[in-house]
């Protein structure tokens, strides 16, 4: 697993070009005899292990892409594309579920009903992502998936630390676009203008407004405004500013009621100073991911078994995953193992350009995941009756 990663952390690929990894993947899982489909939804990958026994049908996650990160760690096998780096851990993923994978089948023959390993493209995207294409691609039909999980590397996290969670585990990112259009002119007689650069700033501020007056205060909502466009030159006022900011909840109900009101105070702000807003939200956001509260309680349980870690509850982040997309068609669980072991230098978060991750703990990932199928996909096992 080790050497897989490191294979795979110096020749990253950005979301939606996963083509050598991808390749690597179906490769090796057809060489431990899995049933192989490649080119799913675009470069996802599915594989399928038939146990011996009846059963129920387990899948298995992990995302393959990576950022557009300057890699800047200590490590000698540092990514050799320029720009690009497996700053978020999904090289990790890729080897503990292709361990996982060749512990599932050395054990084919004790093994319940049918395991399917999902290795998706674009993650780190948002919008369409990789999750969608593949379920669109029929990844969680024929057979039907009973049960899904999915696992995170956290730079933040004690080394073969488990975070889990029931419910909300990860927020609904929903990017959004403000343009406003006012009038140019020369600047040395705004008067004769609307001039969106004045009118941007108010934007900005009124929208935390949004954040401190208008949601409840007991549910977790953050709005952020990432980029602001707009200008050439001292003197010149001109025609429009465009804004780009993105709002996190973790509940249906917030994350309609913001949306709503963000275009309330964007429109109402510019129509205050003559002008005008166009407000648009990124089709396709990622949905909340919400962890099945029965499963996660069965995942623990199975967790508990594995020697060298602990299975701690963590609070739910503001980060997205389109993870949510599998969990909304079958029940499941989104967990996280840490990673943090200064001693090793292994102390950066992820997306840092010096994210780095203590190599010890992909064992524990991959029994993790190789134990959830066992175990979920007999219908009468120990985790099964609890
Ligand atoms: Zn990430
Ligand atoms: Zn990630």
């Known amino acids: 697993m080790v050497r897989t990663r490191r294979a795979l952390h110096q020749h990253p690929e950005l979301a939606y070009q996963e083509v050598e990894t991808s390749k690597l993947v ?14 799913v939804g675009g470069t996802g990958v599915l594989g399928v292990l038939k146990g011996a026994k009846a059963g129920r049908v387990v899948a298995l996650r992990a995302d393959m892409d990576g950022l557009p990160v300057q890699e800047t760690s200590d490590v000698d096998f540092r990514s050799k594309v320029e720009g690009v780096m497996h700053a978020c851990g999904h090289d990790t993923h890729v ?16 093994l319940h009903g049918t395991v399917k390993f999902l290795f998706q493209p674009a993650e780190e995207h948002g919008g369409r992502g990789g999750a969608m294409p593949m379920i669109e691609d029929g990844a969680m039909k024929d057979p039907r998936v009973d049960f899904v ?13 488990f975070g889990v969670k029931e419910g909300a585990i990860a927020a609904a990112p929903d990017a959004f676009k403000v343009k406003i259009v006012g009038r140019g002119g020369h600047g040395s007689a705004p008067h004769e203008t609307i001039d969106p650069i004045y009118v941007v700033a108010h934007v900005i501020l009124a929208l935390q407004g949004v954040s401190a007056r208008m949601i409840d205060p007991v549910r977790p909502f953050v709005i952020s405004v990432g980029a602001v466009h707009s200008g050439t030159k001292e003197n010149i006022i001109p025609d429009v500013a465009t804004l780009d900011g993105t709002i996190r909840t973790l509940d249906e109900v917030t994350r309609k009621l913001a949306k709503k009101r963000v275009e309330e105070v964007a429109k109402g702000v510019c129509r205050t100073f003559g002008a005008r807003a166009e407000v648009e939200f990124e089709k396709d956001a990622y949905p909340v991911t919400v962890n099945d509260p029965r ?15 602990r299975v701690k509850r963590v609070e739910a982040m503001l980060g997205g995953e ?27 978060p992820n997306h840092s350009s010096k994210f780095k991750v203590d190599e010890d703990v992909l064992k524990f990932g991959a029994a993790s995941l190789a134990m959830l199928a066992f175990e979920f996909g007999n219908p009468t096992g120990p985790s099964q009756e609890r």
């Open 322 to 348: 389109d993870f949510s997309r599998f969990l909304q068609k079958a029940p499941g669980t989104f967990y996280f193992l840490g990673t943090r072991n200064p001693e090793k230098g292994c102390v950066y």
């Open 26 to 39: 179906a490769d090796r899982l057809e060489s431990l005899g899995i049933e192989v489909r490649r080119n």
């Open 149 to 161: 999980f999915g696992l995170h590397i956290e730079g933040a996290r004690r080394s073969g630390e």
């Open 95 to 110: 080897a503990m579920l292709l361990g996982a994978a060749r512990l599932l089948s050395d054990h084919k023959r004790e």
């Open 295 to 309: 499963t996660t309680e069965r995942a623990v349980w199975v967790l508990k078994k594995i020697p060298g870690t």
